[in-house]
Structure formats: structure tokens, C-alpha cells
């Protein structure tokens, strides 16, 4: 009984770090609240759906920036689609990056793109991270 | 402090609160080719009572109707393959569909946003559909 309460506290604090430090947003929530008996992994089948398509993207614009010139526009293009997959599942460092990643094509800053992305992929990879873990620790048994 | 309190009481308490769920079910139709926001935006429309089914572009949303179907309303994304939201709106109201047809979109573009309006549409918003913008429309088909 100890050992629950303390994995739940421990689980608790996990999720509440992810919102502390900046990198959910209140549209996680709205996909917990959403989370039933019928769909009880259904924030995680998100999640991982937003997976496949953000490593795509990732791959997809990391091959763009490598072009020389930059094609400002397919990069916002690209960087459109990753904002709108981040937004749906509350990552709000990463939406935030992509946001100044595309202001920066719209300026033609190439330079301003490369930075951004640089930290865009590092908060990714971070949040994937930490969301793995957090999953790995809600599982029944765990 | 966001987050701090989790979800389940709120969600309980919304979803005993909602006018839909007390009464006949509707449906709704979510047309959209990305299976994340298909599966986020079902969700949203279930847990309020609606009845849902989806598509993956405009074309299949389109033969739905053909085909016999009817909704009381329909969430559709303007960029799709196949067939986009504006040509698969314009070609609903063609059909006479008199369905509440409501875009759903990432597009910032006042100038993109209109030309979705005006194939028809009833309402237009960004994505991803919340609470917030469902409950209302909800609450009109209520009404009506």
C-alpha cells in the first residue's frame, strides 16, 4: 500500500514537472480529461501518433536546412505542420520554437531558422523524454 | 498552478452537465487526414454525446452524404488530399446537405479563412476544437 501511494506521488510529480517547467500546456489536460475505461491509454495513443508524425517532420526539415539557398517557404510549410501536431497535444516549448522558426522564414533569416531549430529539437527530445517516462510509470504493475 | 489538481472531477462533473448527453444522440462527421486530430477531435465530440463518424479527405466525406448519410453537423479541415475542405464544402452545399458545416483549421490567414467561408461553411475555427467551442455549438442544436 506504501509502495502505491509513493509510485502515485512520485507519478504525480512527474506529470506536475512537465507543466512547471513549460513544456505541457492546458491542452494536455483537455487530453486527460478525455481519457476514459473505454480508451484508458488514449492520451498515450495520442502522444504516439504525434510521435510519428513529429519525427517525419524533424527528418524532413532537418534535410531543408541543408540546401543552400533555404526555401524559406517549404521550410514554414514544413514547420506549420509540426506546430499544428505539437499544439494538439500541449507541447508548449515546441510550439513556441516553431512559432519563431517560421517568424524567421517569414524574414528570411536562415541563421535565426538554424538556431531555433537546434533548440526546438533539443525541448523535442526532452519532452519525448520525459513523456516516456511518465507513460513507462503510469503502466498497471509498473 | 496548472496541472496541479488533474482531471477526472472536472471531467465527471462536465460531461453530467451537458444538454446532450440527457437527450437524443446527433452526429457528427470529423473529416480530416490527419489520424491524430480524427482521434482527438472524436473523442472531444464523444465524451459530449455525440455519435461520430469519420473521414479521411473531402472526397470520402462527400460520397458519405451520396451515399445516404446524414449528420447534424460536420468538423472538416480545409487541407486535405484527394479532395480539400473548400471543394468538399462547396460540393456538400450542392447537394443540398443542410448539415451545420463547421471548418476546422491551422491556417492564420484571414484571407485563407474566408475563402473556406465562403464554400459554405457555417463557422470556422482554429485547430484543435476545445470545450469552449463545442459546448455552443451544442447548445444551438439544441435549440434548433
Known sequence: MERNQQLRRQLASMRQSLF??????????????????????????????????SARLITTIERALEKSPLDFNKLDGYMHQFKGSSTSIGAKKVKAESTQFREYCEAGNGEGCMKTFQLLKRDYATLRRKLEAYFQQALPGA | MIGAEG??????????????????????????????????????????????EVAENGKEAVDLFRTGAKFHIVFIDMEMPVMDGIEATKAMRAMKVESKIVGVTSRNSETEREVFMQAGLDLCYTKPLTMAKIVPLLEELQKN
Open chain 2, 7 to 52: 482531471a477526472s472531477s472536472s471531467k465527471k462533473a462536465r460531461i453530467s452537465e451537458n444538454p446532450v448527453s440527457k437527450n437524443r444522440p446527433y452526429f457528427a462527421l470529423v473529416v480530416d487526414d490527419d489520424p491524430m486530430i480524427r482521434r482527438i477531435h472524436s473523442m472531444i465530440l464523444k465524451s459530449v454525446g455525440f455519435k461520430v
Open chain 1, 20 to 53: 512547471d517547467q513549460g513544456h505541457l500546456d492546458e491542452q494536455f489536460i483537455l487530453l486527460e480529461e478525455l481519457q476514459d475505461d473505454a480508451n484508458p491509454n488514449f492520451v498515450e495513443e495520442v502522444v504516439t501518433l504525434h510521435y510519428r508524425d
